[in-house]
């Protein structure tokens, strides 16, 4: 076997070992929306995909990417002195159901930052809350159902993925942001509600509004229905794209 079939072979196996994964996205905030983000294809970063669908409180449509490797993101027109594009990447370790949480900092060469999480049912369960923390300090959230012990729990900086489960499974009762270093001191409170029908992503965010105190929790909340309907666009959109009409074809 001469060295042209070797190599030829072990492209092939090393092509069919790759495997596409669907990736959604979500932005943090109208920093990111502002910007024209894409998700770079390309084995050498010579191929994008505008991110036309980024929204702030709703997921995108399905992107592929490769299966366990980074995704990259890149804004339109960001480039190194060499005009090389300024890509960022976003490990998605070993997430099924792969949701990036889309930054934007001032930190890195592309302007962006994202973390990516397991948007599986079976990880990010219904009735439950997956809680970010974007401020500096590390925070606690603590739930206080009437009647009910409290449940608490820390919500470290640097945004770690946080699971926290209510203490009562349908219904409303008190929600209240500590500083982790301060329990005494109240710096967000609010009436939260909670069903085993819906999933909710936590932001706890420095506030814009001092009047509603220093921070505040931004929640997107998604229901069994809501992902019933997205998932049945998405298989009605890729049917579309996989027999376009007579005519479309080039």
């Given at each position: 076997?001469n060295?042209?079939t070797v190599?030829l072979?072990?492209?092939l196996?090393?092509?069919?070992?790759?495997?596409?994964?669907?990736?959604?996205f979500l932005?943090?905030d109208n920093?990111?929306?502002?910007q024209k983000?894409?998700?770079?294809?390309?084995?050498?970063?010579?191929?994008s995909?505008l991110?036309?669908?980024?929204?702030?409180?709703?997921?995108s449509k399905?992107?592929?990417s490769t299966?366990?490797?980074?995704?990259?993101?890149?804004?339109?027109?960001k480039?190194?002195?060499?005009?090389n594009p300024?890509?960022?990447e976003?490990?998605l370790k070993?997430a099924?159901k792969p949701?990036?949480?889309i930054i934007a900092?001032?930190?890195t060469?592309s302007?962006?930052?994202g973390?990516?999480?397991?948007?599986?049912?079976?990880?990010?369960?219904?009735g439950?809350?997956?809680a970010?923390?974007?401020c500096?300090?590390d925070m606690a959230?603590v739930?206080?159902p009437?009647?009910?012990p409290?449940v608490?729990?820390?919500i470290?900086?640097?945004?770690?993925?946080?699971?926290?489960?209510?203490?009562v499974?349908k219904?409303?009762?008190?929600?209240?942001?500590?500083?982790?270093?301060?329990?005494?001191?109240?710096?967000?409170s609010?009436?939260?509600?909670?069903?085993?029908?819906?999933?909710?992503?936590?932001f706890?965010?420095?506030?814009e509004d001092?009047?509603?105190?220093?921070?505040?929790?931004?929640v997107?909340?998604e229901?069994?229905e809501?992902?019933r309907a997205?998932e049945?666009?998405e298989?009605a959109?890729?049917?579309a794209?996989s027999n376009p009409?007579p005519?479309?074809?080039?």
């Open positions: 076997m060295s042209k190599s072979l072990f492209t196996l090393c092509t069919s070992a790759l495997h596409a994964v669907d990736v959604r932005a943090f920093k990111v929306t502002s983000v894409l998700v770079v294809t390309g084995a050498k970063d010579d191929h995909e991110i036309g669908d980024l929204a702030e409180l709703k997921r399905n992107y592929k299966e366990n490797a980074p995704v990259k993101l890149m804004i339109e027109g480039k190194d002195a060499n005009g300024l890509t960022c976003v490990p070993s099924t949701l990036v949480i900092t001032d930190k060469p302007g962006l930052a973390v990516a999480v397991d948007d599986n049912e079976s990880n990010f369960k219904w439950s809350v997956l970010f923390n974007s500096k300090e959230l739930f206080v009437q009647g009910k409290k608490m729990a820390k470290p900086a640097g945004w770690t993925p946080t699971t926290i489960m209510p203490p499974e219904g409303a009762f008190g929600m209240q942001l500590f500083k982790a270093s301060d329990l005494k001191s109240v710096m967000f609010n009436v939260w509600t909670s069903d085993p029908g819906t999933r909710e992503l936590v706890v965010m420095p506030s001092k009047r509603l105190g220093p921070v505040f929790p931004k997107i909340t229901t069994r809501t992902l997205e049945e666009a298989r959109r890729r049917g794209a009409p005519g479309d074809h080039h």
